[in-house]
């Protein structure tokens, strides 16, 4: 019961932009966090999607750069295992992506994943600037998002918004953008938080 009980406070759930309440990780523990993805560098924008109305409740960006991370602006998935700083998560291993998009998807959500390779030097310039935004207030999760992406070489053309879906279309028109849709049936309650976290275990 005590496992039970750690394993739900570990894990945050909410499919929605949320002011970050949690404590940032100290940079020596970030710094040790640090994983590179074999995957050549790229950008993932995640969008979390209502199933019934089509709108978005959250956005996101993975940047695979000299180090993977997740730009999580007024995220609300937080675990003490896996370090947050000013909004950013540090190592992301394939078990931790895995549950970042099994703790979002449920019955009532799904998660679009559209990732577009770039150069190593866009994706350090993306790794910068995510790491130096700081904590996004709540509903601003679309805006600071699009504004990052703005701002880098090939990007200039995304326009400010506040609708994660509006955003994703847009990101949808660049060239070489690969989609992909994760869906759970689920509740997004007790039993993902546990399945979210044994995910990260692997």
């Not at 993932?44 to 978005?56: E, F, Y």
């Not at 190592?91 to 998660?111: D, E, N």
């Not at 577009?116 to 600037?129: D, G, H, K, N, T």
Request: aromatic share 8%; proline share 7%; net charge negative.
């Amino acid at each position: 019961m005590k496992s039970f009980l750690t394993a739900l406070a570990m894990v945050g759930l909410l499919a929605g932009c949320s002011v970050d309440q949690n404590p940032d990780s100290a940079p020596e523990v970030v710094a040790a966090a640090a994983y590179r993805a074999p995957e050549p560098p790229s950008l993932t924008l995640m969008t979390m999607v209502n199933n019934r109305t089509g709108s978005g409740g959250h956005t996101s960006l993975m940047v695979n750069g000299s180090q993977r991370v997740i730009f999580d602006p007024a995220g609300s998935f937080r675990d003490p295992r896996l370090p947050e700083r000013g909004d950013v998560l540090y190592g992301v291993t394939p078990g931790w992506l895995q549950a970042y998009k099994s703790a979002h998807a449920r019955s009532t959500f799904h998660v679009v994943s559209q990732e577009i390779p770039v150069s190593a030097a866009v994706a350090e310039r993306a790794l910068q600037l995510v790491t130096a935004n700081g904590p996004v207030p709540g509903a601003f999760c679309a805006n600071s998002t699009s504004g990052i992406l703005r701002q880098l070489p090939g990007f200039g053309g995304i326009k400010s918004t506040f609708y994660p879906v509006k955003l994703q279309d847009q990101f949808e028109t660049l060239p070489g953008v690969t989609t992909t849709k994760y869906y759970e049936d689920d509740d997004g309650d007790v039993i993902d938080a546990l399945r979210a976290t044994q995910l990260a275990q692997q």
